[in-house]
């Protein structure tokens, strides 16, 4: 059974399609992405698939559980990481866990069994009574992700799980999740960093203006879109040298004041720019990034 | 996997309890300011007016107007206490904290969430009305002790009655300052015109008519006999209309919140 599965899902706000038939098949013990540009229907996808919000056509199947009819019961084994900030602050870190854990309708006993290893997990061993106004901004992220785990979830979606930490902060995420996934559980996560679902996800969705346009592991995504070579080019002269190249790559996009040479065969890109030493270049594997800026484009989205 | 069966398990009745739970969890921390907030304004109210206008004053409707004043500020107390925790103290768990966002994520939904504020609100205004009933059996402002014991139920629907009306308000307000409305519009002409401070028996007919609607006006019908030491008249139509005003206002809160939230 899929964890979740999403069918020709569609919203609309005011005559704008925000989803629009939209399809997700998550499977278990995998840990699945969403990666869109601001406003791709990225937040209102996972409300939906909560049954927070109704569907204006389509069909959604939570752990077996029809939505938005049944979604109360199909909630109990999903755990969720808002991307806001909703930890009570007059509690305490433990507290925290305490009250949320009364929401499923679990024992205070059951709750205060979990909590230990749930610091753990966290990182928050010994801070069981420290006030939430104490956390640092990482903290505060490990203590929502471990109170999504209250209930022992079966899945567990995370929208944008790391926006606003530092990169140690991230890394301790990061390895969380990895081991929820060593787990067995199934994740569902949005991000908008590249670097996050590619180390992450198994399977990532790309997705804009509320459909999916892209969908694979990170590597099939890389391999399936675009040249497996990039070479930036920054500096004086550009302009010149970019009459010059265009028939070396296969691919040039001009963003700002550097050029992206997507190419087959880096080494012809890199002597003809041995020859230029005005310009400064990076020789690089294709990443995700990539494969992102393609096929939603480089305009800024608000 | 849920089978039905355990979905029939699940006492989905209580389900507010917990979110009643979370907010006197909290209030518990904080018990000891909280308590003499709820204490000290409706008691220097009634002292200062009371003994100092009460001097000036003849008997007003045959008891002194400290006893006369006794169930307007028990009532202006509730209702000001139910109010305070719809408006302001549920906004920041709805608005500020995201509270509320974060247990929509659980297996309760918004009907729980509201139903654990309403309850909570008509609990701690509940706590208000106690409060001044100590006062009103320490200084003996009653004629039948046995009659104020009514006066707990009174709260309690007084309580629900503006518990119900503030979250309603509570669901469609922008920011804090939209409550300064409410208090403008609907509470100061409640205590100007319900009989908190004078009987409205002096009243012109269109105004004393207006009167009669005010839900304010409902509590006090109630509990100034109570105090005076009768039962009061039409006390099943009063106790009916602070009802209907509460689930009004609740079933309206239910809406908008849900339009303003889960959209």
């Known amino acids: 059974m899929s964890p979740l599965s999403l069918r020709g899902l569609t919203k609309s706000y005011g005559g704008q399609r925000v989803v629009d038939g939209f399809d997700l098949e998550l499977e278990p013990g995998r840990c699945h992405g969403l990666l869109g540009p601001n406003g791709a229907g990225k937040t209102t996808t996972l409300r939906l698939a909560l049954g927070l919000i109704e569907a204006d056509a389509g069909t959604l199947e939570l752990l077996g559980h029809a939505l938005p009819a049944e979604a109360k019961l199909a909630r109990r084994r999903v755990g969720v990481v808002p991307q806001v900030d909703s930890l009570d602050p007059d509690f305490t870190v433990a507290e925290n866990l305490q009250t949320y854990g009364r929401y499923f309708g679990l024992s205070a006993k059951t709750i205060a069994e979990r909590i230990p290893a749930l610091l753990d997990f966290a990182g928050l061993a010994g801070k069981a009574d420290a006030p939430i106004l104490t956390l640092s901004g990482g ?57 996050e679902a590619e180390r992450l996800c ?15 592991s990170p590597r099939e995504l890389i391999a399936g879109h675009i040249e497996p070579h990039v070479v930036e080019v920054f500096g004086e002269g550009l302009d010149e040298w970019k009459a010059c190249v265009s028939g070396l790559c296969r691919r040039c996009e001009q963003a700002g004041e ?35 800026l393609k096929i939603t484009g480089r305009d800024l989205r608000d | ?29 904080l018990a000891g300011p909280s308590l003499l907030g709820n204490l000290a304004d409706p008691m220097l109210y009634m002292l200062g007016l009371g003994y100092g206008l009460g001097a000036l004053l003849p008997d007003v409707g045959g008891v002194p107007y400290l006893n006369f004043l006794a169930a307007g500020t028990l009532a202006y107390s509730v209702m000001n206490s139910a109010s305070f925790e719809t408006l302001y103290s549920a906004f920041s768990r709805m608005h500020v904290q995201k509270t ?164």
Request: glycine letters at 6%; aromatic letters at 12%.
């Open chain 1, 258 to 292: 550097t050029l992206f040479c997507y190419t087959d065969d880096p080494e012809k890109v890199v002597a003809e720019l041995e020859a230029a030493p005005g310009l400064r270049y990076l020789h690089r594997p294709a990443n995700l990034e990539d494969v992102f």
């Open chain 1, 202 to 216: 198994d399977v990532i969705s790309v997705i804009d203006h509320g459909r999916v346009i892209a969908r694979g």
């Open chain 2, 100 to 263: 509320w966002d974060a247990i929509l994520n659980t297996p309760l939904d918004l009907r729980d969430v509201l139903l654990g504020e309403l309850f909570w609100a008509t609990s701690k205004s509940l706590l208000s009305g106690i409060a001044i009933l100590l006062v009103i059996w320490v200084l003996g402002l009653y004629e039948d002790f046995a009659l104020t014991l009514v006066l707990l139920p009174v709260a309690v629907l007084t309580g629900f009655c503006f518990a119900g009306l503030g979250l309603s308000i509570n669901a469609v307000s922008p920011n804090y300052d939209f409550f300064l409305y409410y208090f403008t519009l609907a509470i100061t002409p409640m205590v100007l015109l319900g009989g908190v401070f004078y009987p409205t028996t002096a009243f012109p007919a269109w105004l004393a008519a207006v009167a009669a609607w005010l839900p304010l006006t409902h509590a006090i019908e109630l509990a100034r006999p109570l105090i005076l030491g009768q039962w009061p008249q039409g006390m099943l139509l009063h106790a009916a209309a602070l009802l209907a005003y509460g689930m009004a206002g609740f079933v309206a809160a239910l809406g908008l919140t849900r339009k303003r939230l889960l959209r």
């Open chain 2, 1 to 29: 996997m849920y089978t039905l069966d355990s979905r029939l398990r699940g006492n989905d009745v209580m389900n507010w309890f917990p979110v009643w739970r979370r907010n006197f969890l909290v209030w518990k921390k």
């Open chain 1, 139 to 195: 903290m505060k992220r490990r203590l929502t992700l471990a109170r999504a785990l209250v209930n022992d979830p079966d899945l567990v979606i995370l929208d944008e799980p790391t926006t606003g930490l530092d990169p140690q902060a991230r890394h301790l995420i990061w390895q969380g999740l990895r081991r929820l996934i060593a787990q067995g559980k199934t994740l569902l996560l949005t991000t908008h960093f590249m670097d």
